[in-house]
């Protein structure tokens, strides 16, 4: 069979009462146009982020271990500053880590004893860069400007 290249996130919630910061994950628009919002895109409901490479030094002994830019993209949309984030299946501890890294207070929990070990290690670790990043994020829009009706790019 074809080896698998994407996972679902659910999202759910009991109530109206909820967190979701669009602006601080929005995508820098690829063409400006007028009816665009300039401060960036929705990203949407399918996101494409690299696996963490077996050679990352970030790489730790876990099967499933996240991307940052990932779970980045998740605690910054549904959570603020100083908010608790919870994590009942920490892992390698990658949204402890990022959690951190953004300001917000986490709980992790897991099963196995040897999870716990290998995150508690990871988020001693201070980081100041993430292991990944959506390049999206990085790109300037492009201007279209109209001529005679038509849309002409303009470098």
Known sequence: RFSGRYETIA??????????????????QKYYRERNNMSGANPGDVWEFSHVHYSNPERV??????????????????????????????GSGTICVVANFLGRKWIGF???????AMSEKRVKK?????????PREERTPKDLKKDNGQAKLID
């Open 110 to 116: 897991d099963i196995n004893p040897e999870y716990i």
């Open 126 to 134: 201070e980081i100041n860069m993430l292991d990944s990043f959506d």
């Open 11 to 28: 999202w759910f919630t009991k109530s109206d009462d909820f967190t979701f910061n669009l602006d601080d994950i929005r995508i820098p």
């Open 61 to 90: 002994n876990h099967p499933t271990q996240k991307p940052e830019a990932l779970m980045k993209r998740i605690i910054s949309a549904s959570s603020n500053k100083n908010d608790i984030v919870l994590d009942p299946f920490v």
